[in-house]
């Protein structure tokens, strides 16, 4: 069974930087699979944030994060990344990593792995 646990998150103030990490656990390589990054903030319905192709690193962002976010991933210790810069309060939510075997997806609905979820919050 793929787990998924998350790590990073906290307080941070507008412009700064958290980096959040998921790592991967249950198998022993994931080449098939696409990591997702998602987050809800309060009172609202699961955003995209981007993702992440395993096995050739490709990436793709929301147009909200783009430019400002990067996923990236270490094969060797079988745990993707979310580097948040430029940080606004906009971006405050619950973020989640998430993983799903196939074709890469925006959509929350065609993962079939979820961490559990961390806070950041960006206040000014």
């Known amino acids: 069974q793929v787990q998924l646990s998350e790590s990073g998150g906290g307080s941070v103030q507008v412009g700064g930087s958290v980096r959040l990490s998921c790592a991967l656990s249950g198998r022993s390589e994931f080449n098939t699979y696409t990591m997702g990054w998602f987050r809800q903030a309060l009172g609202k319905s699961r955003e995209f944030v981007g993702r992440?192709?395993?096995?050739?690193?490709?990436?793709y962002y929301s147009d909200s994060v783009k430019g400002r976010f990067t996923v990236s991933r270490d094969k060797d210790k079988n745990t993707a990344y979310l580097q948040m810069n430029s940080l606004k309060p906009e971006d405050t939510a619950v973020y989640y990593c998430a993983a799903k075997v196939g074709f890469v997806s925006d959509s929350s609905n065609e993962y079939h792995y979820w961490g559990q979820g961390t806070q950041v919050t960006v206040s000014s």
């Open positions: 992440i192709s395993w096995i050739d690193g490709l990436t």
